[in-house]
Nanobody, 122 residues
């Protein structure tokens, strides 16, 4: 089992930055693929960034967002720079027991955090 808790959401003006953190606890062998997703109201979750050996980013965030993890701290991060109003959403971290073929595909993940809200004002 893996438990995930996100931190760091909030409100920011367009052009600003936020860093999301995801505290991961439990069986480390069950975290072979980790990622960040976001969800707009009434929409399906979409992949933002993921790590499964290599790092993958959604085209909409390439060059602005950076995913990283600190295994010693058991924490996954998402550094978000140059935020735009369209980046405002509920953000979730996720983990999979297996390596992912596509780290941006939510169907490949087994464990989810409760989400943290990001609001970007213009």
């Amino acid at each position: 089992q893996v438990q995930l808790v996100e931190f760091g959401g909030g409100s920011v003006q367009a052009g600003g930055s936020l860093r999301l953190s995801c505290a991961m606890s439990g069986d480390i062998s069950s975290r072979k693929c980790v990622g960040w997703f976001r969800q707009y109201p009434g929409k399906r979750r979409e992949g933002v960034a993921g790590i499964t050996g290599s790092t993958q980013y959604a085209d909409s965030v390439k060059g602005r967002f950076t995913i990283s993890q600190d295994d010693a701290k058991g924490t996954l991060y998402l550094q978000m720079n140059s935020l735009q109003p369209e980046d405002g959403a509920m953000y979730f971290c996720a983990a999979s027991r297996d390596f992912c073929y596509n780290a941006l595909n939510d169907a490949e993940y087994d464990y989810w955090g409760q989400g943290t809200q990001v609001t970007v004002s213009s």
